[in-house]
């Protein structure tokens, strides 16, 4: 807010752009599309209990995880968003098998392409927590006036151009982040539009909450098991003791890990050696806007930003958050022969 009046999302974009003589505003155009794609899968998921919209869709996605009602709603929606949109090239979804290419001329001659989840923790639907949209924007690598082909889909996290994610909460935020800063926009619904509520967003390099399902420590290595334990010691060294807070949505968590710090992890475990969440769709974006604010995210032991994928639903684990606490929680993990108590 400038002296006392709303800035919407729109305005921001502007005045951003303008910082750029060169700038097409395209970007700035795509944002604006997924802001209106975001507004759409809000009313649905405020209606979600009237509408006959939760439970379950009936069908599997190509992870093989049950889709829910809005999942597919959201899907469907952010497809014919962007696919109207003269920006966008083509998306690849966490619900859908491959990329989806749009074949017009406006869409073949667009220079980026989008890649998101459609809606983050789809266990916490029917039960009223919140739950999100995740999207990164890459500049396409394939020639301009064909149709956009997987290997625009498969570059590394520090080639993005801007990451960004919706969360349904108490209220409904849009934050997003370019190389030049991290910014959060609140959905004012007297005007239906996005306005600048948290500018330059900036995570501390410490914080006192760590994020993790809990429930599968018998499955974490030694190195896992002693940061847990060092996390839940009752000697109040080193600021801790830290809180355990774990809401099972990557966009709740780490919302609240951005504005307050704190560390957010999903490891390798016994079930799932890779890693769970998916690289392209969760981690990749989500490791941009921490960076970006001044955070950290590794894998255990690269910056996520800078692994290669080689598949378009490629999983890996994850340690992101404040800089400081991603840090220790890695020279646990990292320990050799490290004993758990």
Do not use: W
Not at 91 to 105: C, F, K, L
Not at 284 to 294: D, H, L, S, T, Y
């Amino acid at each position: 807010m400038i002296q006392g009046k709303l800035i919407t999302m729109d305005e921001f974009t502007i005045q951003e752009t303008r910082k750029f003589p060169q700038a097409t505003g395209e970007l700035s155009s795509l944002l604006r599309d997924i802001a209106l794609a975001g507004k759409v899968i809000n009313k649905q998921v405020r209606k979600a209990g009237l509408a006959d919209i939760l439970g379950k869709h009936g069908a599997t996605n190509v992870q093989g995880e049950e889709q829910m009602k809005l999942d597919v709603l959201a899907n469907e929606t952010l497809i014919h968003v962007l696919k109207n949109s003269s920006d966008c090239s083509g998306i690849a979804s966490e619900e859908n098998d491959n990329v989806v290419p749009y074949e017009d001329t406006f869409s073949a001659n667009s220079k980026y392409i989008v890649l998101f989840d459609p809606l983050d923790g789809s266990s916490n639907i029917d039960v009223n927590a919140s739950i999100g949209t995740i999207f990164s924007i890459y500049r396409r690598v394939s020639e301009l006036g064909k149709p956009c082909c997987e290997k625009d889909f498969l570059q590394p996290g520090n080639r993005l151009m801007a990451a960004g994610y919706i969360i349904y909460g108490s209220s409904t935020m849009m934050v997003y982040a370019t190389r030049l800063s991290v910014n959060g926009f609140t959905l004012e619904p007297s005007i239906g539009e996005f306005c600048l509520s948290h500018p330059n967003i900036k995570i501390p390099d410490n914080g006192k909450i760590y994020s993790i399902n809990q429930g599968n420590t018998v499955k974490f290595s030694a190195g896992m098991r002693a940061y847990l334990d060092y996390c839940m010691e009752s000697k109040k060294e080193e600021g801790r003791p830290y809180s355990h807070r774990y809401i099972g949505s990557m966009v709740g968590d780490l919302h609240r890990t951005l504005i307050k710090g704190g560390i957010f992890m999903y490891p390798a475990d016994k079930s799932s050696p890779n890693g769970k969440l998916r690289l392209q769709y969760e981690c990749n974006p989500m490791a941009f806007i921490v960076e970006a604010a001044g955070g950290m995210a590794s894998d255990g032991t690269t910056d996520i930003l800078d692994v290669q994928p080689t598949e378009l639903h490629q999983r890996v684990p994850v340690f992101i958050g404040s800089k400081n606490m991603v840090n220790k929680a890695l020279e646990f993990v990292n320990m050799p022969e490290v004993v758990a108590n």
